[in-house]
Nanobody, 119 residues
Framework: QVQVVESGGGLVQSGGSLRLSCAAS????????MGWYRQAPGKQRELVAE???????HYSDSVKDRFTISRDNAKNTVYLQMSGLKPEDTGVYYC?????????????WGQGTLVTVSS
């Protein structure tokens, strides 16, 4: 099993920056993909950015060129650097770890961290 814990959310003004962290523990070697998702009030959870174990990354169109996902393998931590924040970036941000053990895929979620962007 894998556990993920997010941190770094908060209140920021429009145009500001925040960095979110996601620390993973447990069966780290089973993780092949980690991602950040967000859920705004009244909306479905959506993918923000993801990064593979090899370092390849993918972003949603709405955050491309503003957000950067990175990983520190020594610390088993994935980061989401958010810049140029907009009120529509407000939501609960969740970290996800996708694992594979044998032929079994599992997804693990953190408890979420709230990001509020004021206009």
């Amino acid at each position: 099993q894998v556990q993920v814990v997010e941190s770094g959310g908060g209140l920021v003004q429009s145009g500001g920056s925040l960095r979110l962290s996601c620390a993973a523990s447990g069966n780290i070697r089973s993780i092949y993909l980690m991602g950040w998702y967000r859920q705004a009030p009244g909306k479905q959870r959506e993918l923000v950015a993801e990064i593979t174990s090899g370092g390849g990354s993918h972003y949603s169109d709405s955050v491309k060129d503003r957000f950067t996902i990175s990983r520190d393998n020594a610390k088993n931590t994935v980061y989401l650097q958010m810049s140029g924040l907009k009120p529509e970036d407000t939501g609960v941000y969740y970290c996800n770890a996708a694992t594979i053990v044998g032929a079994t895929n599992e997804n693990y979620w953190g408890q979420g961290t709230l990001v509020t962007v004021s206009s």
